[in-house]
């Protein structure tokens, strides 16, 4: 079965404090793996996916195939980071549906 | 910058009628999807577009739903009579080509159910 996991709903941190979403997956298989973006008001967006290895706003995430994990994280949080972040994944092949994590809000504090 | 257009926002309707919901992708973009996401809950897949045919859908995606691409530029998901547990938000998304690419969304349309 496809599932992502992402077992924090709501994270707070202070501002310059480190910040790691975490994401578990399940997939027989070798799959794409993606962290999409929700600020408020707006729709969502790709921040990065694994295939890439780049890091984006400041964001990096590792595919770590032993743990089934793609972690998300950033050295130094800024006000700007606060949104819904969600960890998603898709067969290998491409063009294919996007598999969702339950979200987690992000709340940097000043 | 292109972008993955829906209309309406948002849509009020009554249990057992009919709603059309409408996306027009961005213009070079050859794969189209629906998702929905229920107040509270995960963002989930309804079914996926390609060459004007369905080409995956999900268990959500009964006989009650129905895609279209009536012209070249509109992406429609009909619901023909819809139930208080079709309320949710529905975003549509589009991508390019099929290599692993980013699929772009809409801002998403907020059916209501009375």
């Known amino acids: 079965a496809q599932r992502v996991t992402q077992p924090e709903k709501l994270l707070s941190v202070f501002k310059g404090a480190p910040v790691e979403l975490k994401c578990n997956y399940s997939y027989s298989g070798s799959p794409e793996l993606f962290w999409y973006v929700q600020y408020s008001r707006q729709r969502l967006q790709l921040l990065l996916r694994h295939i890439s290895r780049e890091s984006i706003k400041g964001f990096t995430a590792d595919l770590n195939k032993g743990e089934t994990s793609f972690h998300l994280k950033k050295p130094f949080a800024q006000e700007e980071d606060s949104a819904m972040y969600y960890c998603a994944l898709s067969g290998p092949q491409g063009a294919q549906k996007l598999v969702f994590g339950q979200g987690t809000r992000l709340t940097i504090n000043p | 910058e292109p972008e993955v257009t829906q209309t309406p926002s948002h849509q009020v309707t009554q249990m057992g009628q009919e709603v059309i919901l409408r996306c027009v992708p961005i213009s070079n973009h050859l794969y189209f999807y629906w998702y929905r996401q229920i107040l509270g809950q995960k963002v989930e897949f309804l079914v996926s577009f390609y060459n004007n045919e369905i080409s995956e859908k999900s268990e959500i995606f009964d006989d009650q739903f129905s895609v279209e691409r009536p012209d070249g530029s509109n992406f429609t998901l009909k619901i023909r009579s819809t139930k208080l547990e079709d309320s949710a938000m529905y975003f549509c998304?589009?991508?390019?080509?099929?290599?692993?690419?980013?699929?772009?969304f809409g801002p998403g349309t907020r059916l209501t159910v009375l």
């Open positions: 998304a589009s991508t390019r080509t099929s290599g692993s690419d980013e699929q772009f």
